[in-house]
């Protein structure tokens, strides 16, 4: 064999073995299985045929063409050879079709694409981005030209004046309510000299008829007594204080009826425990306040204190003149609508870039990686080639050697002289 | 013995192979990404002019 020049490891039975897993796993790189020197003496039975046709003189002296043993050599060596080219064009047509499964052009063409499609992504997000945020242009611009027209139109030089949220002002209205009927049940449940919780439905009326009115009213026509059209400031403005003036004299009433209610000897002139609502309206309209008990008093001037503190929460809500709020309020959700969309818009396209450039990048690592393999399979492609030229340069010196071999013993065996070719480089 | 078989797979054609298609992805790659920078500084100039004076009247 090629390879087994070196020490006997192994069983030959156990080397063979090895010899033949190593072919059938490895067949493209295996080596050329070929007999040793030693064995092709033994096969072509060189020493006995040396010796045999020295004793015969043979060749003859003067021969000067090779004899059938040196002829024998050197077919044999050509038969290795032969196999040795089948085996290395084998492997070399192996080699060839992987190369040719990673074609430079064809990488560099798919990079292209691949690039193109990246770029081609890229652009198309941006298109699509921009078409969203124009939209988002022309809805927040048509409430910025509202904005403006209404201010000229009313005549307003002062941004609107309102707070960040209404959510605080309706809380303290719903205090309100929860305090005046508190306090307005204590009041009562003396009058009835009944208990604080039958007095809570009397409360609660009180206080819906006097905060209840007073917010609607408050928060729908109050502010038209700063609008710039007079009409409309004496109509709707008149209407409000009209209604105000009711809700105060609602409570008037109610000072009366508890006034009524808690007089000494009520319950004796008024068995069936009603009111006499017509001796109110009568000390009502004789333009006097009547009031008997300083208490009657003082849930008048509660009942009116909250009154004007729901007005003075629901004109806090909102800008003083009267849709000029609520018409910057929808202008600055706009504009902020806008400026968060800008923001987005920006990252989408950062995003969307750096996402595409790193997809460029990624294909340079695969285009390293389709290179590493090529240059491995070049390398293999190579060593084969150099196998193969050694492979061919051991079957010449078997070739020589054998050939020496053979001249030698037969010269050492005959008695006459060998041809002059003996004396020649084989 | 001498045996003449062509080796054309010297190692500098490799390299030079390898190289040139190394040389013209790059160039692709810069092309790519020159063409990309132009697409954001375009979409950017876009967005850009659409703006509002947003203050007091």
Request: charge should be neutral; charged fraction near 25%.
């Amino acid at each position: 064999m090629l390879i087994a020049h070196s020490e006997d490891l192994f069983h030959p039975i156990v080397k063979t073995l090895l010899k033949k897993l190593f072919h059938w796993l490895f067949p493209a790189i295996a080596p050329l299985d070929f007999p040793s020197l030693e064995d092709l003496k033994s096969e072509l039975r060189l020493r006995k045929k040396a010796i045999t046709n020295g004793r015969r003189e043979l060749p003859a002296s003067d021969s000067t063409e090779p004899d059938e043993v040196e002829i024998q050599i050197r077919q044999r060596i050509a038969s290795g050879r032969q196999k040795a080219e089948r085996k290395h064009e084998q492997q070399q047509q192996i080699q060839q079709e992987k190369l040719e499964t990673f074609q430079p052009s064809a990488v560099i063409a798919d990079i292209k694409i691949q690039v193109g499609n990246a770029v081609a992504d890229f652009k198309a997000i941006a298109n699509r981005a921009v078409v969203d945020l124009h939209k988002v242009y022309e809805k927040t611009g048509l409430e910025q030209k509202a904005l403006h027209d209404f201010r000229i139109k009313h005549r307003l030089t002062a941004p609107a004046d309102y707070p960040e949220s209404q959510l605080l002002h309706w809380g303290f209205i719903a205090l309100l309510l929860v305090i005046e009927i508190t306090i307005s049940a204590g009041f009562f449940s003396e009058g009835l000299r009944a208990s604080y919780s039958a007095a809570i439905p009397i409360a609660v009326a009180i206080s819906v008829c006097n905060i209840g009115i007073t917010i609607v009213a408050s928060y729908f026509l109050m502010r038209q007594l700063f609008h710039r059209n007079w009409l409309r400031k004496i109509v709707w403005g008149g209407l409000y204080l009209a209604i105000i003036a009711c809700v105060v004299l609602i409570n008037l009433f109610f000072a009366h009826v508890r006034d009524a209610m808690s007089a000494p000897g009520f319950r004796i002139n008024n068995p069936s425990g009603f009111v006499p609502v017509n001796d109110i309206f009568a000390a009502m309209m004789a333009g006097s306040l009547g009031l008997q008990s300083l208490k009657s008093y003082l849930f008048l001037g509660v009942t009116n204190f909250f009154c004007l503190l729901a007005i003075i929460d629901v004109f806090k809500m909102d800008d003083p003149y009267p849709g000029y709020g609520k018409r910057e309020r929808k202008a600055d959700q706009a504009y902020e609508e806008w400026i968060e969309a800008k923001d987005d818009v920006h990252t989408r396209l950062t995003a969307s870039r750096e996402k595409n450039a790193q997809a460029i990048e990624e294909l340079n690592t695969a285009l390293g990686q389709k290179m590493m393999l090529r240059r491995k399979n070049l390398g293999l492609m190579r060593s084969l080639e150099d196998k193969h030229r050694n492979t061919l340069d051991i079957l010449g010196s078997y070739e020589r050697e054998l050939i020496a071999f053979y001249r030698k013993l037969n010269k050492e065996s005959r008695s006459t002289q060998p041809p002059k070719y003996f004396d020649e480089e084989p | 013995m001498s045996i003449d078989t062509p080796n054309t797979l010297t190692s500098s054609r490799d390299d030079e192979e390898l190289g040139q298609m190394q040389r013209a992805y790059d160039s692709e790659r810069v092309r790519a990404l020159e063409d990309m920078r132009q697409a954001y500084a375009e979409a950017v100039a876009k967005i850009d002019k659409l703006s509002f004076t947003h203050d007091s009247p």
